[in-house]
């Protein structure tokens, strides 16, 4: 059995160099607001992963739609792969660097305001 694992990474760690990815740093929306709507595209295939996005009425959806147009163009131009036989194989966010502002409190204090920003990675692939 582990050999067969052993040949499945090898496989994957082969494909890994020709899928088709684009990524967005430093987009200013909260990283827990954009993994809500990573978590409703994630394995999807394109065309359905498109339609969800533009029903839901989010900043981070329209973000997230551009991304994925953007690899899909990738993967049309770079690679001459069909982009209505691509699915979404990985697609996360991770946090970006923090704007740190102050706000004018009571009694001449200042409270914290923490401006969240975004990385953004989407990795597509062929159904097979």
């Known amino acids: 059995m582990a050999k ?6 090898a496989k ?27 978590d409703t595209v994630r394995g999807k295939a394109y065309d359905e992963a498109i339609g969800i996005l ?3 009425p989010n900043k981070s959806a329209e973000v997230v739609l551009k991304l994925i147009n953007s690899a899909a163009a990738n993967a049309e131009n770079n690679k001459g792969m ?5 699915y979404i194989a990985e697609i996360y966010v991770g946090q970006g660097p923090t704007l740190k502002r102050s706000m004018a409190a009571g009694k001449g204090s200042a ?3 923490l401006k969240r920003t975004s990385h953004i990675t989407v990795v597509l692939d062929i159904k097979e």
């Open 4 to 9: 067969r694992i052993r040949e499945k990474t």
């Open 12 to 38: 994957i760690r082969q494909n890994a160099d020709n899928r088709p990815k684009a990524s967005v740093k430093y987009v200013r929306i909260s990283p827990s607001k954009v993994a809500i709507v990573l």
């Open 54 to 56: 533009n029903s839901i």
């Open 82 to 86: 069909n982009k209505h036989d691509l």
């Open 111 to 113: 409270n914290r305001i």
